[in-house]
């Protein structure tokens, strides 16, 4: 069995490898961003795609922010219960599969406009 001070050390290096080895499923801290893989506090059993949509309301907690995933999941999260990094957590397939459809199709887009200007350059 695993010491929690163990994992908790692993948590902070970095090593989720070494917890999913163990069967260990942690968070890396807040997100801190607008956008990315996350996993919000009491909210299944997966890491979601999610952008913020708003964070103007003020409560008891702090901070409010809305959340909506690729999958179309939504949550809020507040200062003291912040979205949290991915770590260790399964991500969801739908908002994978999205991503992967978005990324590919950018990345398209990103090799046409290059071979159009290099093109326009003779």
């Known amino acids: 069995m695993t010491d929690m001070e163990e994992a908790i050390a692993l948590q902070r290096a970095g090593d989720f490898e070494e917890l999913t080895r163990r069967g260990i499923q942690m968070s890396g801290g807040a997100l ?13 059993m997966r890491a979601h795609y999610f952008a913020e949509v708003a964070s103007d309301a003020i409560g008891k907690q702090g901070r409010h922010r809305f959340w909506r995933a690729e ?52």
């Open 32 to 44: 801190g961003l607008k956008e990315g893989w996350g996993k919000a506090p009491f909210h299944g």
């Open 71 to 122: 999958c179309g999941a939504e949550t809020t999260t507040h200062d003291k219960a912040p979205m949290f990094a991915m770590g260790n957590w399964e991500r969801c397939k739908v908002c994978l599969k999205k991503r992967n459809v978005t990324r590919s199709r950018d990345a398209t887009q990103n090799t046409h406009n290059e071979n159009v200007s290099r093109h326009d350059r003779r």
